[in-house]
């Protein structure tokens, strides 16, 4: 049997432009190497591509469905179209379905996407929302997931991709599934280290840095600072509760 060599290529054609990639390069990365930009939500480049928000779908030639361009390897012969009225309508479709579902006045890709290819936000107004609390629990960051898209960016800095920390997860199923700590516990009861990085990725709001969010609730920089150090203290004296309660 012959090896197949990591330099192989292979060739294809996007959008009418002919070009050869290493196998195994996906239509998004050649794509963006002739300059065509796909539509992403999910998609970030350090971290494992998982095609969950399907914004990234190109039509191929041959085929009959759609293909995430962020997971979809480059094989000899694939030619695919990245803007075809098919695609554009799919990309139309998930964006209203994400307006009816959560509060998308936040992520400002998706308010460049509705803009791009027309999506009606009203659509389909009048289902069910995703109206869940806003979870405060800790010094550093609140959790808003009625802005969640469950793009699984958050889960995935938190697990093997950066981390290694594991403090997040998905909770509940179908229209309920949310993203949680093990057992729902409150984050600082879990392996989270408060790295940032969970904030960092968030492409909707739905994470978000303690003091920003105050700041959005009309609290003044010296009220922060108190209710800081109120918490601080709070803390300070549970831990020595819990010390005493153990000696």
Sequence with gaps: ???????????????????????????LAAAAEIGVAIPTLCYHPNLTPNAVCRM?????KRGRTLIPACVAPCVEGLEVSTNTARVQRARKVILELLHATVDCSEAPQITDYTARFGADPARFAGGERRAVAVKDDNPFYVRDYSKCI???????????????????TLGQRGFDTTVATFFDAPMPD?????????????????????????LEQ????????????????????????RTDKHS
């Design 56 to 60: 990234c779908m190109v039509e191929p």
């Design 1 to 27: 049997m012959n090896d197949v060599s990591h330099s192989a290529t292979v060739g294809v054609v996007i959008d009418g432009h002919a070009l050869t990639v290493p196998a195994g390069t996906t239509v």
């Design 218 to 241: 009309g609290l003044s920089l010296a009220e922060i600072r108190q209710q800081n150090r109120r918490s601080r203290r709070g803390r300070e004296r549970s831990a020595e509760a």
């Design 190 to 214: 879990t392996t989270c280290v408060f790295c940032g990085n969970c904030v960092e990725v968030c492409p909707t709001g739905a994470l978000k840095g303690k003091q920003e969010w105050l």
């Design 150 to 168: 469950l793009c699984w960016r958050c889960v995935q800095v938190c697990a093997d991709d950066v981390q290694n920390t594991f403090a997040l």
